[in-house]
């Protein structure tokens, strides 16, 4: 594992857990539409007028932005709070009775409800991967609960999503792996996520540990996530992909908020092509690249804290 080359934000404090009801996907065990409980980590002021939200990626949590968040809110020039959500199947959050239900479309629906039940006007969004698609739909859909996004930043993804990269995750998208410490877990995960770029090992494991929980028979450690999420990602055909990029330009094209696009100069997912075009469609998004980073930037470094945070208080 290659070490960063500046220092990381050491943790300040821990993260406020919060829920939310949803009623799009029904939990596990649940009444048919009672939908589920969508887990959300807060940090900074509770009550403050500006708030961040924070959205992971598709095998991820809502841990990822630890760091992140705790720099924006010690960099803002005035209160802020930054919510950070567990999508539903990972994390704290409820996995879901209906595979089928893990898609981009559900997990847009949760979000509007927690903008809506914590009664929030205006946020700015920082999506990242999977995240980044929630947050080009809550762009569009915000203000049918009342709100509007002000910023978005859409980190390492577009429409377009390059085949061979789906493929490359769905290689080891809900493996039923089992380890015996959470060191050999974050071995293991990088073995897979090293296209994250240059990290120290303690940065590693502080990203590895929330992506853990005991496993039910007490023996080792498994992954947070419900398998059941690589389901409907194995279901796509090179059609549905198609299609799927086709609804998603359409919705890119909506969006007239101020958006900046981080790209891994690396990404196998996000094309430079498809970043291209994102600067000329519909938002005209900025483009940053983070050199020496695939997919996707975990957003640790300074130098890309930097950049988002200088975007989002400009």
């Known amino acids: 594992m290659r070490a960063a080359s500046a220092k990381r934000v050491k943790p300040m404090a821990e993260p406020r857990l ?18 589920h409980r969508m887990a959300y980590w807060e940090w900074g002021a509770p009550d403050a007028a500006h708030t ?22 010690a960099r803002a020039p005035h209160p802020l709070r ?12 409820d996995w879901l009775a209906e595979p089928q239900h893990y898609q981009v479309p559900v997990y847009t629906g949760a979000m509007l409800a927690m903008l809506a039940q914590l009664q929030l006007t205006q946020v700015d969004w920082v999506g990242t991967s999977m995240g980044g698609l929630i947050g080009m739909g809550v762009c569009t859909m915000a203000a049918s609960v009342g709100a509007q996004v002000r910023r978005l930043v859409i980190n390492d993804v577009g429409p377009t999503i390059e085949i ?15 380890f015996d410490t959470p060191e050999q877990a974050a071995a293991a995960l990088w073995a897979v996520s090293s296209s994250f770029g240059p990290h120290t090992p303690q940065q590693w494991l502080d990203l590895c540990r929330p992506m853990l929980k005991p496993a039910s028979d007490g023996a080792g450690w498994v992954l947070h996530y419900d398998p059941a999420i690589a389901l409907p990602f194995r279901l796509v055909t090179d059609e549905l992909a198609e299609k799927g990029q086709a609804m998603a330009w359409a ?22 092509a498809t970043a291209a075009a994102m ?20 957003l640790i470094a300074p130098d890309q804290i930097d950049v988002v945070a200088g975007f989002l208080f400009a």
């Open 279 to 298: 600067g000329q469609r519909g938002p005209r998004a900025r483009l940053h690249t983070v050199d020496g980073v695939g997919h996707a930037p975990t």
């Open 18 to 35: 919060h829920f939310v009801q949803c009623p799009m996907g029904d939990a596990v065990g649940a009444q048919a539409g009672s939908g």
């Open 164 to 178: 061979a990269a789906l493929r490359r995750i769905g290689a080891y998208l809900g493996q039923p792996l089992r």
């Open 82 to 93: 930054v919510l950070c959500p567990d999508v539903a199947g990972r994390g704290r959050s």
């Open 52 to 73: 961040v939200v924070c959205a992971h990626g598709l095998t991820r949590q809502g841990r990822d932005f630890d760091v992140l968040a705790q720099a924006l809110v």
């Open 251 to 272: 919705v890119y094209d909506q969006i007239q908020t101020p958006t900046l696009l981080l790209r891994g100069a690396l990404s196998d997912l996000l094309s430079a």
